[in-house]
């Protein structure tokens, strides 16, 4: 399984510094390039900066939700909305805090 990350050159960078080997560059464009992270069977897990996640249709955002994989994480200056205890339940396939 590998990590995948998703945005402009900029917020790419900082991840492929640190190792994350898959990464699609948006250039202004972020659903195609989403729906093509989306579709590549090793990445277990893709990172994405909250702003380009807001930016996706609604329907691919509801379709998101129920993948197990990947586990998308959104990243933003504040934090991320993405809840981990959710998250965690998605990919494991039970609630760990029960």
């Not at 093509?36 to 277990?44: H, P, R, Y």
């Not at 197990?68 to 205890?85: A, C, F, M, Y």
């Amino acid at each position: 399984m590998r990590i995948g990350v998703l945005g402009n050159d900029d917020f790419v960078t900082g991840f492929k510094l640190a190792g994350v080997d898959r990464e699609y560059l948006t250039n202004g464009e972020v659903t195609p390039v989403f729906e093509q992270a989306l579709k590549d069977d090793e990445v277990g897990i893709l990172i994405i900066h909250e702003r380009d996640f807001d930016r996706l249709p609604v329907r691919l955002i509801k379709a998101v939700e129920k993948l197990h994989r990947p586990v998308v994480i959104t990243i933003s200056e504040g934090g991320g909305k993405s809840n981990l205890r959710e998250m965690i339940k998605r990919c494991v396939g039970i609630d760990l805090w029960k």
